[in-house]
């Protein structure tokens, strides 16, 4: 079976989500009458519609007299509500240890169905999606990567750390073999590693997606293939009209005796330069070639935020707090985390003018025709399961997106990023039913998406009362670990 067919089965197999008959009793078939279907294709609204589903498929979608609809079905009267595709959120680390218990049921009651999980140990991933199968754990559709691949030492542990092109081909093949489904890349990579990974991930049929690694350009990755640039990693450096003087100081410190531990220095003391005005010809001219080569930014705005604000002690009083687990709100806490614990005043105030500037150029990489996809990097402070998506599609609508635009970038485009589009992203006969029930128009208001009705996730139905008492065990399970 080719990588690319593993996928579209993985897909294709639903989560089997966890059904508690008191809770959430299974039907033959659902029905949604008078409804109003979302069209995010064309942006149309569809209104007065049946769409039934059965078993886990949307079998038929029509006007009243159209659609058999049967005895047999659970019959939910739609009529002023709005049904879109299920959500996806397309960078998360919600697998593993005693986050999953929280997160992925979350997830789920927010109406997000699917989702990429960029770095976990294979065997955490692989554990989650049998408990999902077998109706232990609720949870969305899982793609992943299994470990990231970085340099020596990596940043973080658990990394497949390579040093050299023939330790990055060997890498991959392992990778691959243990059933990634794309490879990640990071931060470290020295540069012969990087394009040996990006030419051997071709071949074995691995999409590569990741960071801009440091001491490769954005031009670099995108025309060697990277088909994803998280959080507009490179992209500031890329449009700073100081560019050539900035990555020699990178290269020079990397060749250095102190090797990471130079860069690492470089970086934190170039945060204020990048923050500085980019040169906006040189970006758009970027920002065009990122359009012709189809790369996809994942900005992750909601963690963007956070790490640029977390020295606010008002974020400690935000509700949703409660759904994650106290032992990871306390690792939250700056002067915990070895990414942020050395950082002054001065410091705080450069991320927070870098934050600014990324928006402005995510604004312009928008105006260019550059691909988006939805994310949020659970898992990372103040990134709250589910919740966090909705607030960083307001975000992107805050920027300049339409929400059809923002909506998109959750449902239809994951579907054709993913190789999906004929089964995901959209309410149509023969598509897989995952669903989002809304009490209002998202393209009036994307803020909407959250409004949330009743959730059917690879056809198991989630209405208001079993997505609260899953929202309730999600709390007290996260208050107990």
């Known amino acids: 079976m080719t990588r690319t067919a593993g996928l579209l089965a993985l897909l294709s197999a639903g989560p089997g989500l966890r059904v508690l008959p008191a809770q959430n009793p299974r039907v033959d078939a659902i029905a949604f009458t008078g409804v109003t279907v979302v069209d995010v294709e064309s942006g149309t609204l569809r209104p007065g519609l049946t769409v039934l589903v059965r078993g886990n498929r949307i079998t038929a979608v029509g006007k009243p007299g159209e659609v058999a609809v049967g005895r047999d079905a659970r019959v939910l009267p739609a009529g002023g509500k709005f049904l879109i595709p299920g959500l ?168 250095s005796p102190k090797g990471w531990d130079s860069v690492t220095a470089v970086l934190r003391a170039q945060t204020r330069t990048q923050a500085e005005p980019f040169d906006e010809a040189k970006c758009r001219r970027l920002a065009y070639h990122l359009a012709q080569r189809g790369t ?62 990324q928006r402005e150029l995510a604004r312009l990489l928008h105006q260019e025709k550059v691909r988006f996809l939805a994310g949020t990097d659970l898992a990372n402070p103040y990134i709250y399961p589910g919740f966090s998506l909705h607030d960083e599609l307001a975000t992107l609508v805050a920027l300049g997106f339409t929400p059809l635009e923002a909506l998109r970038a959750a449902t239809l485009d994951p579907a054709r990023f993913l190789g999906a589009g004929d089964s995901l992203g959209a309410v149509a006969t023969g598509k897989r039913a995952d669903l989002v029930l809304l009490e209002a128009n998202p393209l009036e208001d994307i803020r909407n998406t959250s409004r949330i009705v009743a959730v059917v996730a690879d056809g198991r139905l989630y209405e208001l009362p079993a997505r609260q008492r899953m929202l309730a065990e999600v709390e007290k399970w996260a208050a107990g670990r």
């Open 296 to 357: 996809w930014m994942v900005p992750t705005f909601a963690v963007l935020r956070s790490i640029a604000y977390l020295d606010d002690s008002t974020l400690r009083a935000d509700p949703r707090l409660r759904y994650v687990p106290v032992q990871w709100r306390a690792s939250w806490d700056p002067a915990k985390d070895f990414r942020f614990k050395n950082l002054g005043p001065a410091d705080w105030a450069a991320r927070k003018l870098v934050f600014e500037r």
């Open 88 to 255: 996806w959120d397309m960078h998360v680390h919600a697998t593993g240890a005693f986050i999953e218990q929280a997160f992925l049921p979350a997830l789920v009651a927010n109406g997000i169905t699917g989702v990429r999980e960029m770095f976990s140990r294979r065997d955490w991933v692989d554990s989650a999606r049998a408990r999902i199968r077998r109706g232990a754990l609720v949870g969305p559709r899982i793609v992943a990567s299994g470990h990231i691949l970085d340099g020596v030492p990596p940043i973080w542990p658990g990394s497949v750390a390579v040093r050299n092109a023939e330790e990055a081909r060997r890498a991959v093949d392992s990778l691959a073999a243990g059933g990634a489904d794309f490879l990640k890349v990071y931060n470290r990579l020295p540069r012969d590693a990087y394009f040996a990974a990006v030419a051997e991930a071709k071949a074995r049929g691995l999409p590569v997606a990741g960071h801009v690694p440091t001491l490769i350009t954005v031009e670099e990755a995108v025309d060697s293939g990277q088909v994803t640039i998280e959080h507009l990693t490179g992209l500031l450096l890329a449009c700073s009209p100081r560019e050539e003087e900035l990555r020699r100081q990178l290269s020079q410190a990397a060749a």
